[in-house]
């Protein structure tokens, strides 16, 4: 029952506000919230009166006395979707506490009203969150059908192209409101969380069979329906759009901003664990990256070459890291690292590094033959610089991992 949830919460309130007792009394009579908490419990006949009438009622001290448990005052019945679902009672002087009976029956039954969506919200969201749930993790065909009846009664078709969308908002970093930092930590979160979702469905829903959902703390995952008549290039051009939009809201509001990866377009309940398995993959690969804004396609090609050092076999990691083994553990390996991977991204061109590095082009090549010498690797070989290049991505990422797993023996 929606009115026994919140009775105490409304007299505790309400009573401050107005500065009379408070009671609210069930549908059959019994007193569920009382400014005394000594009258909680017990059976209030009045209250059916009151019920059966459906219009206030005032009791004068004189009335009073042959009716048990009853105060002198005013009683009123809350109307919940045209229905009597209780009775409020201000306790005082009738003459001077009438004039508060509408206005907080009004309150009360605006209350109601609101913890009612409130709790249809949060069904319908663990009814999405179970969808996502089966269609992340289900690797059974034989549970396919089932999801996909699953889907229609909450009115999505799987079979819809859709990309999965991941967005990651670092939750450490952001600056609550000091509505919210008053809070408890939970109800803050809680709070936070909704508004991030509500932001999330006006920037980027625009579909009716857009799936969206919270998947962890500080991730969101949307299931982004694709249209017929959109190319790649168009799709990728709104979701940055959309993007930089939420981020704008996120630096103002909270003073921080969210990555997002995308996985491949698909169709289909194995279509859209792919697709969230790309963007799982992506997400990884891209925080490693400089890449700017921060939008991560499983199809990028720096995303890709992430990914490929990633999903090298181990043998060919521990093959790397002995060949080039002088070079890594090099005193000035940082630096030298950091040239070759500008050399890189300046596509072996001297003068391009030089710029990008300031320096001078003869200290650029000789940092260059340096790395030739410890590597015995000819750097203006695109397939020498190619193992290189693994070598480096495979020994910063065996140093993030020592990294992480010691900040996680600390915490």
């Not at 229609?152 to 600056?175: E, F, Q, T």
């Not at 992506?282 to 804004?293: C, E, Q, R, V």
Request: charged content about 25%; hydrophobic content about 40%; proline content about 2%.
């Amino acid at each position: 029952m929606i009115l026994k949830q919140i009775a105490q919460m409304i007299v505790e309130n309400t009573t401050e506000i107005i500065g009379y007792p408070i009671s609210i009394t069930d549908e059959k009579g019994y007193i569920i919230g009382a400014t005394d908490p000594n009258r909680l419990g017990s059976f209030h006949q009045a209250s059916l009166d009151v019920l059966k009438k459906k219009q206030i009622v005032c009791y004068e001290m004189t009335e009073i006395k042959t009716l048990k448990n009853v105060l002198p005052g005013v009683a009123t019945p809350i109307m919940f979707n045209h229905e009597a679902i209780g009775v409020l009672g201000i306790i005082g002087n009738p003459a001077d506490v009438k004039k508060y009976a509408q206005i907080v029956k009004s309150h009360v039954e605006m209350m109601c009203q609101e913890f009612f969506k409130q709790e249809v919200n949060v069904l319908e969201s663990q009814k999405i969150d179970t969808l996502i749930h089966h269609l992340i993790n289900s690797q059974n065909t034989e549970d396919h059908n089932r999801i996909i009846r699953y889907g229609k009664i909450l009115g999505y078709d799987l079979n819809v192209k859709r990309a999965c969308l991941l967005i990651d908002i670092d939750m450490l970093s952001l600056n609550l409101s000091n509505q919210q930092a008053d809070q408890p930590d939970e109800l803050a979160l809680q709070r936070l969380q909704k508004d991030l979702i509500d932001n999330l469905k006006y920037y980027f829903i625009d579909n009716k069979q857009d799936i969206i959902s919270l998947l962890t703390l500080d991730q969101f995952i949307i299931f982004k329906t694709i249209n017929s008549t959109e190319t790649a290039d168009m799709f990728l051009k709104k979701i940055k759009h959309k993007l930089q939009r939420l981020n704008q809201y996120l630096e103002v509001t909270y003073h921080s901003n969210a990555a997002i990866s995308i996985g491949n377009v698909k169709s289909g309940v194995d279509g859209i664990r792919e697709s969230y398995l790309d963007a799982l993959k992506a997400l990884s690969a891209g925080t490693k990256t400089d890449i700017y804004p921060r939008i991560y396609h499983y199809n990028d090609w720096n995303i890709a070459l992430e990914l490929l050092s990633k999903g090298l076999a181990p043998y060919i990691k521990d093959r790397l890291t002995e060949n080039y083994h002088d070079f890594i553990y090099h005193d000035n390996f940082d630096t030298l690292s950091s040239t070759f991977m500008t050399y890189c991204k300046c596509n072996m061109n001297l003068s391009e590094t030089a710029r990008s590095l300031f320096l001078h082009r003869n200290s650029l090549v000789y940092r260059l033959e340096k790395i030739g010498d410890l590597t015995s690797l000819n750097l203006s070989n695109f397939e020498h610089c190619l193992l290189l290049y693994f070598a480096i991505k495979i020994h910063s990422e065996g140093i993030n991992t020592q990294s992480l797993d010691s900040h996680r023996k600390i915490k």
